[in-house]
């Protein structure tokens, strides 16, 4: 309803934003140079955030960033199951055949990263969303994929991205052996106070404005609202933006700010 209001040609607040169009905060830009580097090492990464922090998103640009005759990455998205269904599900996502047994769907899939390594010279990447919620062998048995002893150089880049307590479970002895491989380690954080500012410009822009839209009282107070977590920004600017218009003002306050937040309580 607000576009029209505003002269904006879509909503400015979608979530399925290019990967090239993402704004460029600090920890994302720290993110992104640390996933090159273990890119480069060819190792097992873990990325942790709170929901909404953005860390699918900035893995997602970095991989497509890739050049695809180097690189080739899989993505594997939440999963719940035991070890044999995420076997199956990385076997899927390489366009292999999903075989019955572990033992045969574990040697399809080292296989095929051999193949990419040694035959294409491609390195290939793994990448398991959602990994808080693995099981304790499903994370033994991810980490045995990466086991190349005859060799002096990885040839699968894991990584692992989750939230905040995936970082508390690998602490625990029971997964010692997983953490010790372990090359990086990043926690992605909000939007600081003094970059939500730009980040609202930014999607405003490209969504065809270069209007002041946001009050500077109503910045704190999304910014409160929402510890510059991108999604809970996106929901509350979206929606006070909505607010905004149906009272016929030029831009949104904190107190439309406030309305947002007892909306989406």
Same mark, same amino acid.
């Given at each position: 309803?607000?576009?029209k209001? =505003?002269?904006?040609?879509?909503?400015?607040?979608e979530k399925?934003?290019?990967?090239?169009?993402?704004?460029?905060?600090?920890?994302?830009g720290?993110?992104?140079?640390r996933?090159?580097?273990?890119?480069?090492?060819?190792?097992?990464?873990?990325?942790?955030?709170?929901?909404?922090?953005?860390?699918?998103?900035i893995?997602?640009?970095?991989a497509?960033?890739?050049?695809?005759?180097?690189?080739?990455?899989? =993505?594997?998205?939440?999963?719940?199951?035991?070890?044999?269904d995420?076997?199956?599900?990385?076997?899927?996502?390489?366009?292999?055949?999903?075989?019955?047994?572990?033992?045969?769907?574990?040697?399809?899939?080292?296989?095929?990263?051999?193949?990419?390594?040694?035959?294409?010279?491609?390195?290939?990447?793994?990448?398991i969303d959602?990994?808080?919620?693995?099981?304790?062998?499903?994370?033994?048995?991810?980490?045995?994929?990466?086991? =190349?002893?005859?060799?002096?150089?990885?040839?699968?880049?894991?990584?692992?991205?989750?939230?905040?307590?995936?970082?508390?479970?690998?602490?625990?002895?029971?997964?010692e052996p997983?953490a010790?491989?372990?090359?990086?380690?990043?926690?992605?954080s909000?939007?600081?106070?003094?970059?939500?500012?730009? =980040?609202?410009?930014?999607?405003?822009?490209?969504?065809?404005?270069?209007?002041?839209?946001?009050?500077?009282?109503?910045?704190?107070?999304?910014?409160?609202?929402?510890?510059?977590?991108?999604?809970?920004?996106?929901?509350?600017?979206?929606?006070?933006?909505?607010?905004?218009?149906?009272?016929?003002?030029?831009?949104?306050s904190?107190?439309?700010i406030?309305?947002?937040?007892?909306?989406t309580?």
């Amino acid at each position: 309803m607000y576009r029209k209001v =505003y002269g904006l040609a879509h909503h400015p607040f979608e979530k399925d934003l290019e990967p090239g169009k993402l704004f460029g905060s600090k920890t994302a830009g720290e993110l992104e140079a640390r996933l090159n580097y273990l890119l480069q090492l060819r190792g097992i990464g873990l990325v942790t955030g709170e929901v909404g922090s953005g860390k699918t998103s900035i893995c997602r640009k970095v991989a497509t960033s890739l050049n695809a005759g180097l690189y080739r990455v899989f =993505y594997v998205p939440l999963t719940t199951g035991n070890v044999t269904d995420i076997y199956k599900s990385i076997a899927w996502e390489m366009g292999l055949t999903t075989e019955r047994s572990l033992a045969a769907l574990y040697r399809s899939i080292r296989l095929e990263v051999n193949r990419l390594c040694l035959e294409s010279k491609i390195r290939p990447i793994l990448i398991i969303d959602e990994a808080q919620y693995l099981r304790n062998d499903v994370l033994e048995n991810l980490r045995l994929l990466t086991n =190349y002893e005859m060799d002096s150089q990885n040839r699968l880049c894991m990584i692992f991205v989750g939230q905040a307590e995936l970082r508390r479970r690998l602490s625990l002895s029971v997964h010692e052996p997983l953490a010790q491989r372990l090359v990086m380690r990043y926690h992605i954080s909000g939007l600081a106070r003094d970059e939500l500012s730009p =980040y609202l410009k930014h999607r405003l822009e490209l969504a065809g404005t270069q209007m002041e839209l946001f009050e500077q009282p109503a910045l704190e107070a999304l910014f409160q609202a929402t510890n510059g977590l991108p999604r809970k920004v996106n929901l509350l600017a979206h929606l006070s933006l909505n607010i905004a218009s149906l009272q016929q003002a030029q831009a949104v306050s904190s107190e439309h700010i406030q309305i947002a937040v007892e909306e989406t309580g």
